[in-house]
């Protein structure tokens, strides 16, 4: 578990813009992945953007979907929000609803035309 943590780590990174935008990038077989907000999230309705590119090519004809959740914690549920992305002006937009602030990992999950699925781990603070 610990070597998987350390290797997502290595191959996510995250940037804050204007007042807490998020945006997270990365390689996952040979995709640039990039997550991103066009404001700052809050508890509640979110709009969550994603572009996938191959070879600095933009990808418009893969599915996109996305698992956000919370543990289990002492006085409090297991917290999970399920969406799938539309694409949008070559970009695929979801909203994701975060009922309470903290961290909530993701499971980014895409799938390209050759049927193969890829998933991308992380994590963002509401």
């Known amino acids: 578990m610990k070597k998987i943590i350390l290797a997502l780590i290595v191959m996510f990174s995250s940037t804050f813009l204007n007042a807490d935008q998020i945006e997270q990038t990365g390689m996952k077989d ?3 992945i990039k997550l991103y907000t066009k404001s700052t999230p809050i508890t509640g309705n979110n709009d ?3 572009t996938i ?3 600095s090519k933009v990808l418009e004809d893969v599915k996109v ?3 956000v959740f919370m543990p289990e914690m002492p006085g409090m549920p297991y917290m999970e929000y399920k969406t799938k992305a539309k694409l949008v002006e070559s970009e695929y937009q979801m ?3 975060f009922s309470m602030g ?3 990992q993701y499971h980014l999950k895409f799938k390209t035309n050759d049927n193969e699925i890829h998933t991308v781990r992380g994590s963002v603070n509401i």
Do not use: A, L, P, R
Request: hydrophobic share 40%; glycine share 12%.
């Open 30 to 32: 040979g995709y640039e």
């Open 48 to 50: 969550f953007f994603v």
């Open 53 to 55: 590119s191959k070879d």
């Open 65 to 67: 979907k996305i698992k």
């Open 95 to 97: 909203m994701i609803n």
């Open 102 to 104: 903290g961290t909530w």
